[in-house]
């Protein structure tokens, strides 16, 4: 992957920064319009089908649901939920749940594994299979649940926003698939702009709340969405202000350099402890020494 | 060819080192100028909670932090020491276990022993100015240790169940089993720097307790005057 975009900007597990120094790409972005979902989970099939996925066994879940969570061989799940609303009326959710691939990415702090989690200049967060070690800290860094351990092939998966159709020049394979427009592709710009406008149309039409889901705690994120209560992120299964875990952050940003520094200060002070007092001997005349005499 | 050795001939014709013998089996038993601090069985515990020690620390380091990913080299790779550092954790809890029970009952603090408790204590054992004429078997630095390991290997493990098998826990919980692993590798290390130094290059003579099982009487006089009385005075009395 030589195009520019998929020069790499951001890598898991590096000392000195991982930039690739090249002159800053447009962020790519995935649209979804909430609202003009109908769940017909076109975009799940062309996900399996473009990934090569494995079968996964379907759950009843109460709902027209697949599965109850993402998993390793299902990146891209349909979200459904029957939401009674605070003035006795009724909304059929639906959201198509995937990776965000964030603008910080939690999976890309947590990741102990040099070049496992990568952030392409086109803003893309990708897993590299080949460095991916499969400890499972990238699902802990991830405020919304995404990345999924695979027993199959002891690494992690999750949805690569189709880096390798993006990278010659085609949409998504959901995108590609998806009937009824609810889906776009194009520049995170675009779709910005995109998803204001259907923010204005929804406003207009009854929906005072709707909004553009693009949480600023990770940095915005290359996946837009379009919620039509947009006050309510959580019936659609988004965390309403979500952050890298404080718990990862305090690992990496403090941690880490107050034990590095820990063990030079303790081999140091050992080293000063010798040349300041030396080793510990019998004193001088040490026939009668202490432990001999009387007590 | 040499004679053919036979069993009741081969018993008496080895020469064979005294102390060493003795050490197999025996401790605080004085053996010419040595005496027996560390009998066998104490000295495999100890090197065998060291290795997985070491193995653990150099395991996981390179998962810690990229500044020592290089060790990885040492085991084939990043991938194995995320199979090997945790299987190794296991060994390490087992072995420190064995080690608690070995030493437990040794190892209780007296009120002399909590003065290591305080930072004037150990900095008065340090500049050599502690009045070790009362210093048993074990001093209060060394007891502090052996609860600390016991402690310390506790929190990591428990931690470490959490980061090898994260599905059923929440992600407060594993965020914490990050920061508990982490606060306790981290005081483990240092506190191992210092107990490595404290048993060579600081107090000579320490380290053949581990290694050949005897200390010198010399030695024993000076760090340990109250288990000097206790062992010779024994050995008087036989």
Redesign the interface.
């Known amino acids: 992957m030589n195009s520019p975009g998929l020069q790499i900007r951001r890598s898991s597990?590096?000392?000195w920064g991982g930039g690739s120094g090249q002159r800053k790409m447009p962020v790519v972005s995935k649209y979804i319009d909430t609202s003009t979902c109908i769940g017909c989970k076109a975009c799940e099939v062309a996900c399996q089908e473009w990934n090569d996925l494995g079968n996964v066994r379907t759950v009843q879940v109460g709902s027209y649901q697949t599965v109850p969570t993402l998993h390793a061989d299902l990146w891209n799940l349909i979200k459904f939920n029957e939401q009674t609303l605070p003035d006795g009326g009724f909304a059929w959710l639906m959201r198509k749940d995937q990776c965000m691939h964030c603008a910080d990415p939690g999976c890309l702090k947590a990741c102990?594994?040099?070049g496992a989690i990568v952030q392409y200049e086109n803003g893309i967060v990708d897993v590299n299979p080949e460095a991916c070690?499969?400890?499972?800290?990238c699902?802990?860094g991830c405020p919304f649940?995404v990345p999924r351990y695979a027993a199959r092939t002891?690494k992690m998966a999750k949805c690569t926003l189709c880096v390798d159709r993006v990278d010659v020049g085609l949409e998504p394979a959901c995108v590609k698939a998806c009937p009824t427009g609810c889906l776009h592709f194009g520049t995170k710009d675009d779709m910005l702009a995109l998803a204001d406008s259907r923010v204005e149309q929804l406003r207009a039409n009854g929906f005072a709340q709707a909004s553009v889901y693009n949480p600023k705690g990770v940095g915005g994120t290359s996946v837009v969405t379009v919620l039509s209560h947009g006050d309510h992120p959580e019936w659609y299964g988004l965390p309403k202000d979500p952050h890298v875990?404080?718990?990862?952050r305090?690992?990496k940003n403090v941690?880490?350099p107050?034990?590095?520094i820990?063990?030079a200060?303790?081999?140091f002070a050992?080293v000063g402890?010798?040349l300041t007092?030396g080793?510990?001997?019998?004193k001088e005349g040490?026939e009668k020494?202490?432990?001999?005499g009387p007590? | 060819m040499s004679e053919v050795a036979l069993p009741g001939q081969t018993k008496r014709t080895g020469v064979g080192d005294a102390a060493v013998v003795r050490a197999r089996e025996d401790e605080d038993v004085v053996v010419g100028g040595e005496i027996v601090r560390h009998r066998l069985s104490s000295r495999v515990i100890h090197w065998t909670v060291a290795l997985f020690f070491f193995v653990c620390l150099f395991t996981g380091l390179p998962i810690w932090t990229p500044l020592f990913g290089w060790m990885a080299t040492l085991f084939g790779g990043l991938s194995v020491c995320r199979w090997l550092h945790p299987w190794t954790g296991v060994a390490f809890s087992i072995a420190t276990l064995v080690m608690f029970v070995h030493w437990f009952s040794e190892m209780k603090l007296t009120d002399k022993d909590r003065e290591f408790l305080t930072p004037g204590g150990i900095i008065r054992y340090m500049r050599y100015q502690g009045d070790d004429s009362e210093v048993g078997k074990y001093n209060g630095g060394q007891k502090l240790l052996f609860w600390a390991a016991a402690l310390g290997a506790l929190g990591l493990l428990l931690s470490g169940i959490v980061m090898w098998f994260p599905e059923p826990f929440g992600n407060g919980v594993r965020q914490l089993s990050y920061v508990v692993h982490d606060i306790a590798f981290i005081l483990f290390v240092a506190m191992i720097i210092g107990h490595i130094y404290l048993g060579t290059a600081a107090e000579p003579g320490t380290f053949s307790a581990i290694v050949r099982g005897t200390v010198t009487k010399e030695w024993a006089r000076l760090h340990h005057p109250k288990w000097y009385r206790q062992v010779t005075g024994d050995a008087k009395k036989r």
């Open positions: 597990a590096q000392m102990p594994a040099p070690i499969g400890c499972k800290m699902e802990t649940d002891d875990p404080t718990g990862v305090f690992w941690l880490r107050v034990g590095v820990a063990f200060a303790a081999f050992m402890h010798y007092f080793p510990k001997k019998p040490g020494s202490r432990g001999e007590v």
